[in-house]
């Protein structure tokens, strides 16, 4: 409890310098309606969020509520029926029209975790992050070395040179977490990301996003079901039916 | 970092297997050009080698090649007697198939105006040239004749005193040659039981007639040898190759001739061309329809391997575009692929036909331009292969990671 504590005031802390910040990423009365007529689904239902840089949130909330569209929204690749997602104050989104090149801007700003880890399964885990780097436009040695460093942050810099196939479902993950953070992206989203991992392994990873995030001053959200690892998120928002809960319908980190 | 070659090791066995297939259609298509170039090679080989300037051949005819031309021996001291003309030659060329150890023997029969011509233009690889009138032979060794060894045809016996190698005619059947007198006899043969009955019947008829019981002495004539009656037609022969003096006024020769109403003249390229649109143009139709079937073909046959190989990284790919891939990573991902596939099938048929072609019955002639021009096909095929695939790569949607 004592380091739950240190963390929210270290969380307060952060808030305050984030609040003059841009924030890392504002959704603004955003709807998604998949299907029409009988078929209609409103999976998004007017969500207004905002996350700071530096800041960690953790989207929790029932199968179908809505938090997959909402990131994926918010990953700019799953437009928006209607409202605005402006990224570290750009407009880039205004229903569904895309105000800038989207592929572009998720290469220079974004990084995604996904519930699989989506490695590309001809490369190693090295090449795996390497990549990320050399489509930005990182020559290629400089890209390697960025790759070997980040590895050997996340503890696997010993199977670099191993296919994805070797690897096992942890270790897997964790190249997708190197590979999410390889360009210093402003915005981290993640989609269940620890759903395949043993709760040591889940709250590895999801203390690595906080330390990125606090590190590198870039927002964070993780959508969750895992609830034992929440203390180290900063903010937790939930969801249900398509829209947030107001903060006082949901308990707090510190009570879990 | 190059994914197309990464990709290409984790899914080697069945790049591997596909290029083996591009390969062996693409030395088929090699060998369709090497063939047809062996086709004008072996057409024209007697024509460029045998190094006439002019060839005299029966009136109104496209002989001796694209049709059958006669003419009398006796020509040949008629164009003698024009002035720049140095040599001429009778032309006897005729194709037989004989019965040799129980196998069937073809050969090109190639008479040579001996002494007069001994054959220089031929190179020996092994024996010597003809060195008497008579009853020898110098073979092409596609014939699979030994030096010394005896063959008979009609009613004597040559030997094979000399070896050529790559001497074959229009047909690529091996040449062989001979004295014009013995490829005519060769030409002419006849069972003896014909000339024997022939010469009863002329001996009949003769003695039927009152000039024959008047003139013992040509009754006599009739039952012997036909040279020996001048009544009868003299022996002819295909052409007459006349060679002139390296200073002579071509078209002045060539004019003079034309006013002999009995024959028609070509000068070399004339019949060179004769050649090749009559025998070798349809053939060449041929290779060519084949080559243009087999390069579609391939074609289909990469493009539906590209398209199976992007449909099998279709998640990948949708992945690369979700963390920001442009599209030119994607394309040139397909594109050198494909190109990959094509430069090794290619690469595998040009080994391979150097093994391979020299076993073909006819000749495979690998010309450099041809080469060139089935690598840049290759190329261009390849290209147009990936096509599919990199149209099924721009669709995909990068959120088709998350289904
Ligand atoms: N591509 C889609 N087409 C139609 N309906 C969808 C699609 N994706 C999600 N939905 C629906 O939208 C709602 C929210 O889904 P989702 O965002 O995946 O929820 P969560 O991630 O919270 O489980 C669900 O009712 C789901 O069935
Ligand atoms: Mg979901």
Known sequence: MEGNASRAEHGIGLMDTAMEQVPAIEAIGVTKVYGHGQTEVIALNDVTLRVARGEVVALLGPSGAGKSTLLTAMALINPPTSGQIIIGGELVMDGEDAKIDLRTFRRKHLGFVFQKANLIPFLTALENVQVALEINDTPAHAARERAMYLLDHLGIGDRAGNLPDALSGGQQQRVAVARALANNPSLILADEPTAALDSHRGRQVMELFAQVAHESNAGVIVVTHDVRALEVFDRIVEMEDGRLLAPSEHTGAGTH | MNLAVRDIRHNFSRFAFTTVGIGLLLMVVMGMAGIYRGLIFEATLLVDRIGADLWVVQGNTRGPFAELSRIPVNLEDRVRALPEVIRARRFVNHSIQREHHGKPLRLMVQGLAWPDDKGEWVSLVAGRPLGQAHFEMVADRSLGLALGEQVTFGKDVYRVVGLTTGMSGIAGDGLAFFTVSDAMAIQFDTPSEAIRLERAARLARTGNQDFGRAQPLLLERAGGASSGISELPQPQV???????????????????????????????????????????DKSRRQLGLFSVLLIIISTIIIALIMYTLTLDKIHDIALLKLIGARNRVIVSLILQQALIMGAFGYGLAWWLGQYLFPYFPRRVMLETPDLIKLAMITVLISMLASLLGIWKAMRVEPNTVLA
Request: a negative charge; hydrophobic letters at 40%; proline letters at 2%.
């Open chain 2, 238 to 280: 295909s052409a007459i190759l006349v060679s002139l003096n390296p200073s002579a006024d071509v078209n002045k020769i060539i004019s003079t001739l034309s006013t002999w109403s009995d024959v028609t003249v070509y000068t070399a390229q004339q019949q060179r061309d004769l050649l090749l649109s009559g025998t070798v």
